[in-house]
């Protein structure tokens, strides 16, 4: 089993719709979680870290669910310019070397 | 501020031959890592610098060489380039501690023929 797993997707939704999508992790001692955002042929930018009481940015609402072992995001009033590919990232320890990247969920905003 | 910074964008190179990867942050950050992105994979860790004076391998390591240079600047090498390297390479920083939070350079797009 992959210590972070998504569903690669593809998400196609219209715009202006909620999307929400999870990311599961193996190891439960893991400690702090993120969400990266990637578009096409760029870097991995970050979109926000997931706190145990869940965190709202604007129109994105990250969740996590320890007993489960996951962490959602949700996106409300989806813009086309939310198209991207989103990474999980999951940090076991708190240790600079046990950083999981997640393979990515790809959402496609059409118009 | 730049934030992370990477040279070169893109590089062709043989089988066998060498070079050298740059990367520079100027955000302080003490930690640094380098990672390589293959399609349908998640980013894997090559090497990382936790702090100025420190290297650790991490999950792919074989086939490179790193140094870090100084707090700024974090370098990975290729000695014999190999067709499986080629990749996306990604740096990025972080402070040491806390959640590791990391900011990353634009990449370097790298075929080996």
């Known amino acids: 089993r992959k210590e972070v797993e998504q569903d690669p997707g593809p998400f196609n939704v219209p715009e202006g719709a909620t999307v929400a999508f999870n990311c599961t992790y193996s190891?439960?001692?893991?400690?702090?979680f993120f969400w990266y955002r990637q578009d096409c042929r760029k870097e991995p930018k970050l979109l926000m870290s997931?706190?145990?009481s869940g965190n709202e940015d604007g129109r994105f609402t990250a969740q996590l669910n320890r007993a489960s072992q996951y962490i959602s995001l949700l996106i409300r009033d989806s813009k086309l310019s939310d198209s991207a590919t989103y990474l999980c990232v999951v940090n076991l320890y708190s240790s600079a070397s046990k950083i999981i990247f997640g393979s990515g969920t790809r959402l496609s905003i059409r118009p | 501020n730049a934030g992370v910074t990477q040279t070169p964008k893109f590089q062709v190179l043989k089988t066998g031959q060498s070079m050298t990867l740059q990367c520079a942050q100027d955000?302080?950050?003490?930690?640094m890592y380098w990672y390589r992105q293959d399609p349908g994979m998640g980013l894997r860790l090559i090497y990382y610098?936790?702090?100025?004076?420190?290297?650790d391998k991490g999950e792919v390591p074989n086939g490179y060489n790193v140094s870090r240079l100084n707090k700024r600047e974090f370098s990975l090498r290729l000695e014999s380039a190999a067709p499986s390297q080629t990749s996306v390479y990604f740096c990025a920083s972080s402070e040491a501690g806390g959640n590791y939070e990391q900011y990353f350079g634009p990449g370097t797009r790298l075929t080996v023929t």
């Open positions: 997931v706190y145990s």
């Open positions: 610098s936790a702090s100025e004076g420190t290297t």
């Open positions: 190891n439960s001692a893991s400690q702090s």
């Open positions: 955000m302080n950050h003490n930690s």
